[in-house]
């Protein structure tokens, strides 16, 4: 199947030979469905904390934090081309009067576009956007009044321009403040010194960027570090990564054969934010949270995501204590009542469910110290309100035994009506609010690589040079990629929950 030219491609990239053959496989017997087993609720594996518990879990977080390495990981790869979807198409007919008339008039787009332009002042971007057509001897008021919505569109959307249209999502101006603007990254930055100090004062934040914006990243970064460090009296250690080309997936043709490119190469593609794995792999912190880039609100709003963040990292601290205690137990040889107090431990507070009965006390000690040697995660979930996402469920594992999955619904099989009654019945979804610890109980750091469910990836169709192709993403960061860590589900408030999915997002309470 490979020429001495693909074996040397694949090696220059990084790329094992073994892992490129896998992937062919994947994409000749497809990926197989997940086997849910039931929903996590509040009543079955979601914890839903009282006011008293989340006071001590958070106090319990601000005493330990004080001795542990602490670090934000963010996911800012995003573009921000999703963002202006109906605004390109709307550009495109935007110079006609008339399409725009009936533009205007088609239910689907007609709310969004109206409220756009009719709201347009109140972004926290349409200072800039006003300057820039001024710069084009336009203003506002005037293409407002006329209907020029094609200039506005150009003086926001274009690379000549401001450039919203191809920038970072994280780079954005999102909210208004009286003395300025705040992106993302800065909102992240504020977050950071409020929930996630290190000892000293120092906050360490890690964005996972393109190669094609790492740049402007930094160079962002540079120019507002000094005056947050003042702002929240900390010292920010701020770093970058890109996904590595090595976790780049090949594509291959509707025949499963391998897709070239015009001149013989191997085509290889990005393999979707599971590859981020391979960066938080990276990450030596005693405690990681992590959040999606554009999942923040002004500081008026921020009170409810700081107190659940420490929250939940206390609760992470307490059952990480806990698993520790047990591992020494099993090192030093537990008794019969230690064993039966560790295997209800796995039952009840980590979810690990029909665990099989054991004939000896050392394949009972042998399954525990598997199960409690892991990462271990603990994940805020918000109650299901129609947002897209992943919801908390029961479900199968290879070894007989059923466990906490963060599951998305590609990896159901929709043909199967028990399993699609199941996915239907989940109360909650994953809104992207984790703590992590990654290291062992002797304070080690654990391979997370090891941890991946390798068969919870995704094949789609795609055409490049006007050739249709399959592409394959990796198991997804929250699901598959941590699918074999410990995990605990935490119901967190939808406050805590403010993404922006599209523009006009940005006109929510939340983010004004």
Known sequence: MFTKNDLEQIRDRGSELRTVERQIENFKKGFPFIKLEKAATPADGIVVMKPEEIHRHVAFYEKQSATKSIVKFVPASGAASRMFKLLFEFLEIAADKQAIEKAMNKASDLQSIQAFFKRIQDFAFFATLDKQLSASDKSMNSCLESHDYASILKALLDNEAMGYGNAPKGLLEFHKYPKGTRTPVMEHLAEGALYAQSAGGKVNIHLTVSPEHRRKFEEHVANI???FEKQYGVSYAISFS???AHTDTIAVGMDNEPFRNADGTLLFRPAGHGALIENLNDIQ?????IKNIDNVVPDSLKQDTITYKKALAGIMLEIQHKLFQYLSMLDKGADADQLKEMLEF?????????IPKFQSASATADFLRLKFDRPLRVCGMVKNEGEPGGGPFYAGNEDGTNSLQIVESSQVDPQDTAQVAIANGATHFNPVDLVCAVKNYKGQKIDLTHYV??????????????KELKAQELPGLWNGSMSDWNTIFVEVPIATFNPVKTVNDLLRPQHQ
Not at 285 to 289: H, N, R
Not at 346 to 354: E, F, P
Not at 453 to 466: A, N, P, Q, V
Request: charged letters at 30%; hydrophobic letters at 30%.
């Open 285 to 289: 912190a005693d405690i990681i949270f």
């Open 346 to 354: 796995a039952s009840v507070q980590l979810g690990i469910d029909n």
């Open 242 to 244: 890109e996904q590595k």
């Open 453 to 466: 469910d390798y068969s919870t990836g995704f094949i789609s169709k795609k055409s490049k040079d006007g």
């Open 225 to 227: 570090v000094k005056e």
